[in-house]
């Protein structure tokens, strides 16, 4: 069974020790990443109408290039299985991503990607469902995971979409860590952002709004067209 990526993050921290698997925001930036804005355009770079059905495709690059793929481990489809009762033929989707410039196969932060695309029955109920099986998936059966910012609901600039983000923090054998998570929901999928940060920072100074900017830009990343 394919680990969520919350211990992938935390197996990076840990120097690879693990293998596998609020109000209105600003498009800010941090680090390296350099997103343009959070305007609701697909992969083809048009108006996306997030009424219209798609599918999840991640693709081999996010924030306009500046990470790249770094996983390609298959999707858990356990994951779509548990949301059986909420969303109608669903299929899982994931993808982890590092900075294009990076210098080793281990340097920079950690972006990674999990949805489920589908016929979703009921948006709120499918998210919250979904996030309580990723907060649940972690690599020691002792580890737990609480919320202790958020969930704050953003509308990024250059969006009509809003996200709900949050910073969860997790304590296993590893220690304690946290990580932001940026997730939406709609009638086609429910998908959660999450990245990989320094566990000795505090967690109070991370950006949420500049972080739910790169989640709305991912967001028309990984948006693909349903097959008619």
Not at 23 to 34: P, V, W
Not at 209 to 215: D, S
């Amino acid at each position: 069974m394919k680990r969520r990526f919350k211990s992938v993050a935390v197996a990076t921290i840990a120097t690879l020790a693990l293998a596998g698997c609020g109000g209105s925001g600003k498009s800010s930036t941090e680090g390296s990443i350099h997103p343009s804005d959070g305007s609701s355009t697909g992969s083809s770079g048009h108006a996306w109408d997030p009424s219209v059905p798609y599918r999840l495709k991640m693709p081999a690059a996010v924030l306009n290039g500046a990470f790249t793929e770094a996983d390609h481990s298959e999707p858990d489809q356990g994951i779509a299985s548990m949301l059986s009762g909420q969303i109608e033929t669903g299929i899982s989707a994931f993808a982890a991503y590092r900075p294009a410039d990076r210098t080793s196969d281990t340097s920079g932060p950690v972006l990674a990607v999990t949805g489920v695309y589908g016929t979703v029955l009921s948006p709120v109920d499918a998210r919250d469902q979904f996030l309580k099986i990723l907060d649940s998936r972690t690599s020691d059966p002792e580890g737990r995971s609480t919320v202790i910012i958020g969930p704050r609901t953003v509308i990024p600039q250059g969006s009509s979409e809003p996200v709900s983000c949050r910073i969860v923090q997790e304590t296993d054998q590893f220690g304690t860590t946290w990580q932001p998570s940026c997730s939406w929901a709609d009638g086609s999928a429910v998908v959660e952002v999450t990245q990989s940060v320094q566990s000795n920072k505090n967690p109070a100074a991370f950006g949420l709004e500049a972080f739910a900017a790169k989640t709305a830009i991912i967001r028309n990343e990984v948006r693909s067209p349903a097959a008619p």
